[in-house]
């Protein structure tokens, strides 16, 4: 649905991005992830035919967005990262006004635009002007103007900044339920946002792809083996030198906490070696607190891709 | 064409939606009203005193054409504060990228702004029709001279309106726009003056001097209605127009 290929763009000396490719199939939910100034806004700039990129094609719904920017913005709706709106209109004019520019028919405009503003619940803000609302409103009402023609591909730049818990859930919600019929881009810098909504995540970094996969795939990625952190009551420090010289443990070190010890296991380890690991605390009376596995959260996988 | 008609609607309804729109009509209004008086009295001044010192009575066509040539230069400070806005502020506001993400034309949304700033200071014309009425009511000047002087007026604000989005569409600061229009128009309007310094009799003054409004404006006040001068203005509006559409979807591929 959506091709990106070898994109790269400078502003004058700075190389904003850098040979960025990727591809979105049709339903999928994409997030885009990196840390500010990464190149996210720039990359959704440029899918969108607001900016031109130096080298590089994109095309939406197999219509490249320069050589025929009418028919690929046809399908297309775009959240820009500050919300494009009109202050002195009323909600439900300016959501019209959005319709109208995307070639809404008359006839369905009225209920296409009572669609968007009771799917995003605007309804009953819908007389009101839109620089008299407050920020989450705003967004919403950006959001609305993004959905109100029925797009087939959705970019959403950050669309839950400035939002309060209940209302990011709510959006989440509305970008779950709009999956399948529309094919989602949304950017980010929060981590658990991406983790929760989005099928396949691309990490972007000093306007490169560093990374890109499903969560799954990128946690395993990182991982070199299963690590395992192993709590004890005392003496953490005593049993440490003796797990190094048990075989098939990894690289054992003292974690943040000075009475967890962090291990990983090699592949030609035996089975049972977390009991030999157990045995052997218990042996020099430690004292067993905790044995867990650990698994690596997002954060730390963006944190070791971009450090 | 519906694309032009709602962007151009858009931006009407915006002008009215907030003070902008009145206090543009308001300023105007009092101006006219103030040199129209001022006319009015020194027209009646000199035709009293005219005989009694042998001089020529001052005919009707004279107080028209001093009226129309005062609306051209009150139009220099009306046009830059109704053109600044047009792209300027969508640009602060991030409002163009709603435009630029949309499947309409560069050419479009500049046709959009065009129609839509031609349909306000049309409003704005219409409304100093009434110093012409008044003469109307109480005199008999020259209906068609009237007519040809609106025509002339109506033409040399659209060529205004183009160059005030051209300027509007190379900045993000509303008051630059302002400026920059302002001067450039007043240079349009004195080039007369200065060519004879600039080209010190070469072609280059009779260039400048053809670039400069003021002669093809003369030709419509005085109730001329020459092919010459509307081609002059068409021109100039077509140029300006295809200079901002250039800005725009300049966009798209720098």
């Known amino acids: 649905m959506i091709e990106v290929s070898e994109l790269s763009k400078s502003y004058g000396q700075v190389q904003a991005l850098k ?9 999928q939910i994409v997030g885009f992830l990196g840390a500010n100034g990464a190149g996210k806004t720039t990359t959704m700039d440029i899918m969108c035919g607001c900016i031109g990129a130096d080298t590089g094609v994109v095309k939406i719904a197999g219509f490249d967005i320069t050589e025929e920017p009418l028919e690929a913005k046809k399908s297309l709706g775009y959240l820009p990262d500050s919300p494009p709106l009109h202050g002195e209109m009323r909600v439900k004019d300016f959501v019209s006004y959005a319709a109208l520019l995307h070639k809404v028919p008359k ?8 669609y968007a503003l009771e799917k995003l619940s605007l309804t009953e803000v819908r007389d009101r002007l839109v620089g008299n609302l407050s920020k989450g409103y705003r967004q919403r009402v950006a959001l609305a103007q993004a959905i109100v023609h029925d797009p087939k591909v959705l970019i959403l730049d950050e669309p839950t900044e400035g939002l309060d ?29 991406v983790q929760n909504t989005c099928d396949r995540i691309i990490i972007i970094h000093n306007g490169t792809v560093v990374q890109q996969g499903t969560y799954q795939e990128l946690v395993h990625a990182m991982e070199s083996g299963t690590r395992y952190r192993l709590r004890v009551s005392r003496g953490s420090d005593q049993i440490l030198p003796m797990l190094k010289t048990l075989e098939g443990v990894q690289n054992p070190s003292l974690g943040a906490d000075p009475l967890a010890i962090e291990f990983g296991l090699s592949a030609q380890a035996k089975p049972d070696l977390l009991d030999d690991v157990i045995k052997l605390a218990l042996n020099q009376g430690c004292g067993i607190r905790e044995l867990t596995e650990k698994t690596k959260s997002l954060e730390e996988v963006f944190f070791k891709l971009t450090h | 064409m519906s694309a032009v008609f709602t962007i151009a609607f858009r931006d009407l309804k915006g002008y009215f939606a907030s003070p902008k729109g009145a ?16 006319f009015i009295s020194t027209f009646l001044e000199m035709t009293q005193r005219a005989p009694m010192f042998g001089g020529e009575v001052p005919t009707l066509e004279t107080l028209v054409r001093a009226l129309f040539y005062n609306l051209s ?14 792209f300027s502020e969508e640009r602060r506001n991030q409002t163009l990228r709603l435009l630029l993400k949309s499947p309409v034309t ?11 700033s031609i349909f306000i200071l049309g409003l704005v014309l219409l409304c100093s029709a009434v110093y012409p009425g008044y003469m109307l009511a109480f005199g008999n000047p020259d209906l068609s001279v009237i007519l040809t002087s609106y025509l002339g007026i109506f033409l040399l604000m659209s060529a205004q309106v183009a160059f005030g989005l051209w300027v509007s569409s190379m900045t993000t600061n509303q008051f630059m726009a302002f400026l920059f229009t302002m001067f450039g128009l007043f240079l349009l309007l004195i080039l007369n003056w200065i060519a004879p310094n600039l080209g010190g009799g070469s072609w280059l003054e009779s260039f400048f001097k053809y670039i400069a409004s003021t002669d093809h404006l003369e030709a419509f006040l ?29 966009a798209r591929w720098r």
Not at chain 2, 225 to 240: G, K, M, Q, R, W
């Open chain 2, 73 to 86: 230069f009150i139009l220099i400070l009306v046009i830059p504060a109704v053109t600044m806005s047009s």
């Open chain 1, 107 to 114: 006839k369905q405009l009225k209920q296409k635009v009572d």
């Open chain 1, 19 to 27: 040979n960025v490719s990727f591809n979105v199939e049709s339903g």
């Open chain 2, 222 to 250: 005085k109730g001329l209605l020459t092919v010459a001068d509307v081609t002059y203005f068409l021109c100039f509006i077509a140029l300006f127009l295809f200079f901002t559409n250039i800005v725009i979807d300049s």
């Open chain 2, 106 to 116: 560069a050419s479009q949304i500049v046709f959009g702004k065009f129609f839509s």
């Open chain 1, 165 to 193: 818990p209940n209302q990011i859930a709510h959006i989440r919600e509305l970008i779950r339920s709009l999956a399948g019929q529309h094919t989602i881009v949304l950017s980010s810098h929060i981590l658990s946002e």
């Open chain 2, 23 to 38: 206090a543009i009509f308001f300023f105007f209004l009092l101006l006219m009203g103030f040199f129209f008086n001022s």
